[in-house]
């Protein structure tokens, strides 16, 4: 227990977790800014045009779905019949459902449409966040020799390792709640005051509070993730270059290479695809690599990741890491 508190205290008294955090809260805010002064509430002159407009592309895409399924009634004069591409039928390409009054309205932040998509903004900075304050947890302490006089205090080498993994996860769990709830709170006022708060029920709650417990849960892996590589190389810029090393050869690089080689299924190769996929629950591709259309019509692939592939990869993935960081502290010198 005393270690827990020394370690809970070293985690919020070091100045590079403060500055974090205030970097991540200084731009949510910003964004939330942003959002709310882009957002307008139409007035009812506004919704009368927008429903003038709206029905207009309607009556224009049932006359263009009519001409698609019945070319050889096209006038003369007219220009020729459109025809869909492979894989669309003339009412999936031509369907007057798809055209809403909204959109042609100004811009309106909608609560019970849009916190899904909010907390994916959460989620995403706050792995970053987690990832940065992790690795600097342990890396920092590794190059100042702090952790050798850890180690003199509490001789049990794994214990403190994960004692110190444990606190980690346990206050990034405690601040993130705090932040998401913050975050969630500051767009209902949004909607309430600058737009709409939309249809919110208990269900719609309990689908965002499961969207929020995922991206508190992708952003505890990466801070774990941080952590490990930071131990593995007793350095801070450890975790942070291999991070940048991977975003720039893998996540770009290799990306370029496996589209120009034309391989199948190229997102499953990235991490920021499972990510996601995790955050999203599914996410669904659409893959026209071996498709040659000038030798005739063809089905293009369509697969999908979910939610426990990810789950998986990073689950994984990350016990991995943990468990080398913990092999490399038990046989190593410390000094």
């Not at 964004?31 to 009556?59: D, F, K, L, M, W």
């Not at 049932?62 to 019949?81: D, K, L, M, V």
């Not at 999203?280 to 999908?304: H, I, N, V």
Request: net charge positive.
């Amino acid at each position: 227990m005393r270690l827990f508190a020394a370690e809970w205290s070293r985690l919020f008294a070091r100045r590079f977790t403060r500055v974090m955090f205030l970097v991540v809260v200084v731009l949510l805010g910003l964004i939330g800014a942003g959002i709310a002064a882009s957002s307008h509430i139409p007035t009812a002159s506004e919704q009368a045009r927008a429903r003038v407009e709206a029905n207009r592309q309607r009556e224009f895409l049932a006359q263009e779905r009519a001409r698609c399924e019945n070319p050889s009634a096209a006038q003369p004069a007219q220009e020729p019949a459109p025809s869909p591409p492979p894989g669309l039928t003339c009412a999936e390409m031509f369907d007057p459902a798809q055209i809403s009054d909204a959109s042609f309205l100004p811009s309106t932040f909608v609560f019970g449409r849009e916190a899904h998509d909010m907390v994916l903004i959460f989620g995403g900075l706050f792995a970053m966040l987690a990832f940065a304050v992790g690795a600097s947890f342990v890396g920092a302490e590794w190059a100042s020799g702090s952790m050798m006089n850890l180690l003199i205090w509490r001789p049990r080498r794994i214990l403190v390792l994960l004692t110190k993994l444990g606190t980690l996860l346990f206050g990034l769990a405690v601040t993130g709640a705090v932040l998401a709830t913050a975050w969630l709170g500051a767009a209902w006022l949004t909607g309430r005051y600058r737009g709409e708060v939309g249809t919110v029920t208990r269900g719609s709650l309990t689908s965002l509070g499961l969207d929020t417990a995922r991206a508190l849960g992708l952003a505890l892996a990466m801070a774990a993730i941080g952590f490990a590589l930071a131990s593995l190389g007793r350095h801070t810029a450890m975790a942070l270059g291999a991070a940048v090393a991977y975003m720039l050869v893998i996540e770009v690089g290799l990306n370029i290479v496996l589209h120009l080689t034309e391989v199948t299924k190229v997102e499953r190769w990235f991490l920021s695809s499972y990510a996601i996929a995790w955050l999203e629950q599914k996410s669904e591709f659409t893959d026209f690599t071996r498709c040659r259309y000038a030798d005739g019509p063809c089905e293009p692939l369509r697969w999908s990741i979910g939610m426990a592939d990810s789950a998986v990869i990073f689950g994984v993935g990350t016990l991995a890491l943990v468990a080398l960081a913990v092999i490399v502290i038990r046989r190593r010198d410390v000094a």
